[in-house]
Each structure stands twice: as structure tokens, then as C-alpha cells.
């Protein structure tokens, strides 16, 4: 199974970019990567997932490594509500999720 | 659209004695997955159903089960609860994860405390 290394927490200033590391060197080729959050007293949110390129959507972008041993979680303009644990999860071949213990984000206002 | 319910939201039960936890998925989704969430060992996954089907298991011993009903609806049951058992259950459905990876949608949990 991959296994991913993700900080244990970080802070950010409301309104700045926040660019949330994961390292998955032992993914396989086929793995999708997924991020999820999750806020206090709530079920995991999913954010977003990729195989090799770029990707974005309303809420991130994830930016792949050619490589595909990390990825970067970039939230373009944090807000207080956006912290919460950060989940980066590679889906193996049995499409089952692997939870790490993910990133506590600490938004500053 | 109605999200991911699970009911009840907290539940007290004594060792030795079983529960049943339930889910309803989004409307159209026929996958269900079940975690267990504690702050050791974090968010572990139990089993997976897809059109009454399980397809997939996690590491769980058998005193956990599951079953999925024709409307997708989910159910799961632990016989003879540990204090171990004390933890957030939290059910999440796709339109189905073996298809492009489909994202889960989450309930916010039923939270088990085994005394």
C-alpha cells in the first residue's frame, strides 16, 4: 500500500495562498491521488483528485509532481472556514482509500 | 440534494451488547462505504457495498458487518461490543468508486461510546 508523509500542521493568514505538501513516493502508476477535509464535527469533505496533470476546481488546485512521488494542495485565498485536518489519500488498486493522519491547517486572521 | 443522513448521531451502549448503525446515501448513489474514526488509529476502513453487494473488506474482525438494501440504503452491525468499539462511525457514498475514482460524499458520523 502507498504510504504518504504529510506535516503534521501548518499555519496560514486568512487570505493568502496556502500550498499543502504530500509526499507518496511508493505510489503505483495506476493510484489516483485524493484530498479530503475535515472540519471539527464533521465527516470528511473531499477537495479534489488526480492522476498525472494539473488539476482545479472551485474549491483547489493539485499540483502533481512529473515524478508522481508528491503533490501540492493549493488553496488560492484561505478563509477561516477552510481550516480543518488535510487529507492526502492515494486510492490503491482494491479502490480503497489509505488515511493518513493528514495536516491541521490553522487559518490566522 | 439531500447529502449522506446517518442516524442516530450518538449512541451509549454496554459491553457485550450489539448495535446497528444506518445510512442513507445521496439520492442515485449506489455505493456505500463504511470508517471507523478514532484519534489513534484515525480513519480506517471497514467495507464497501455496491448494489447489495460487498466488494470490498477492510481488517475488521467479524463481529462487524454490513448489508446494503435494494434502495442503496446501509446498515452496520458490531456484535458483542468492546471498549475498543468506541468511535466515530462515518458512512460515505459515490455514484460508484470503482468508476473513475468517483469522490465520496460523507455523513457526519455516529459517534459510539461502548461503557
Known amino acids: 500500500d502507498a504510504k504518504t508523509t504529510q506535516p503534521n500542521s501548518m499555519e496560514s493568514n486568512e487570505e493568502e495562498p496556502v500550498h499543502l505538501p504530500c509526499n507518496h513516493s511508493?505510489?503505483?502508476?495506476?493510484?489516483?491521488i485524493h484530498w479530503y477535509r475535515q472540519l471539527p464535527s464533521q465527516g470528511p469533505e473531499y477537495v479534489i483528485h488526480?492522476?498525472?496533470?494539473?488539476v482545479n476546481n472551485r474549491m483547489a488546485s493539485l499540483a502533481i509532481a512529473e515524478d508522481r512521488k508528491s503533490s501540492t494542495l493549493i488553496l488560492h485565498r484561505a478563509t477561516l472556514r477552510d481550516a480543518a485536518v488535510y487529507y492526502c489519500?492515494?486510492?490503491?488498486?482494491?479502490?480503497?482509500?489509505?488515511w493518513g493522519a493528514g495536516t491541521k491547517l490553522i487559518i490566522k486572521p | 440534494k439531500a447529502g449522506v443522513t446517518q442516524t442516530p448521531r450518538y449512541l451509549i451502549k454496554t459491553r457485550g451488547q450489539q448495535v446497528t448503525l444506518s445510512c442513507s446515501p445521496i439520492?442515485?448513489?449506489?455505493?456505500v462505504s463504511w470508517y471507523q474514526q478514532t484519534p489513534g488509529q484515525g480513519l480506517q476502513f471497514l467495507f464497501e457495498y455496491f448494489s447489495e453487494t460487498q466488494r470490498n473488506k477492510g481488517n475488521f474482525p467479524g463481529r462487524f458487518s454490513g448489508r446494503q438494501f435494494s434502495n442503496s440504503r446501509s446498515e452496520m452491525n458490531v456484535s458483542t461490543l468492546e471498549l475498543g468499539d468506541s468511535a466515530l462511525y462515518l458512512c460515505?457514498?459515490?455514484?460508484?468508486?470503482?468508476?473513475?475514482?468517483?469522490?465520496?460524499?460523507f455523513g457526519n458520523g455516529t459517534r459510539l461510546t461502548v461503557t
Open positions: 488526480g492522476l498525472t496533470s494539473n
Open positions: 460515505a457514498s459515490s455514484l460508484d468508486l470503482f468508476v473513475n475514482n468517483s469522490p465520496l460524499h
Open positions: 439520492s442515485g448513489h449506489r455505493s
Open positions: 511508493t505510489i503505483s502508476g495506476t493510484d489516483y
Open positions: 489519500i492515494p486510492m490503491d488498486s482494491n479502490y480503497q482509500l489509505i
